[in-house]
């Protein structure tokens, strides 16, 4: 079995094969170089293979389309404090955080946009699933184009927690 179709028994919601082994993002660049140093791995792509993902690194699971999943409208980003190390700042999803200046690091997270049922309840306008803005605005062109294309995964570059979507859902299933 192939990963697209793998991928797709999957979304089918098919109980008697494992998910595909995707890769979202890869170690930090700090962490590469210290591997390459050790002798770990040869080339840039190797740790891909060895921790055993599927498909190729450059192209995980296929073509990507951009649909925005998360907050709509996001927020308005803003820097409230910044110096030599670090920047704090409200993210495009409401999230404050300390970023290092110096090193690719995880973000310090420090805020979150819901902390109570009244900031829940300011939030959910931006969660709703019809918003036009979601959607690119050639999306009815680039579904023609993607149904006509054999075997193909298409992967919405949609930053969304997939977990929320059933799995006949026509986000995954518009091939």
Not at 29 to 58: C, H, M, N, Q
Not at 75 to 96: M, W, Y
Request: contains cysteine; charged residues 30%.
């Amino acid at each position: 079995m192939n990963l697209c179709e793998r991928f797709n028994r999957c979304m089918d919601g098919d109980k008697g094969i494992r998910p595909p082994f995707i890769h979202n993002f890869g170690p930090l660049p700090e962490t590469l170089i210290r591997w390459r140093k050790e002798g770990a791995f040869k080339s840039d792509d190797e740790w891909f293979w060895r921790v055993g993902f599927e498909g190729k690194p450059d192209k995980q699971i296929g073509n990507w389309i951009e649909i925005n999943g998360y907050i709509s409208p996001p927020f308005k980003e803003t820097i409230l404090d910044e110096n030599d190390e670090a920047q704090v700042l409200i993210d495009a999803f409401g999230v404050k955080k300390k970023i290092m200046k110096k090193s690719s690091s995880i973000p310090q997270f420090m805020n979150w946009p819901v902390a109570d049922r009244n900031t829940w309840e300011q939030l959910k306008g931006r969660l709703e699933p019809d918003s036009p803005e979601r959607l690119v605005p050639d999306w009815e062109k680039q579904k023609k184009h993607w149904r006509r294309v054999p075997s193909r995964i298409l992967s919405a570059a949609c930053r969304v927690v997939f977990s929320a979507l059933p799995a006949n859902s026509w986000a995954w299933r518009i091939f």
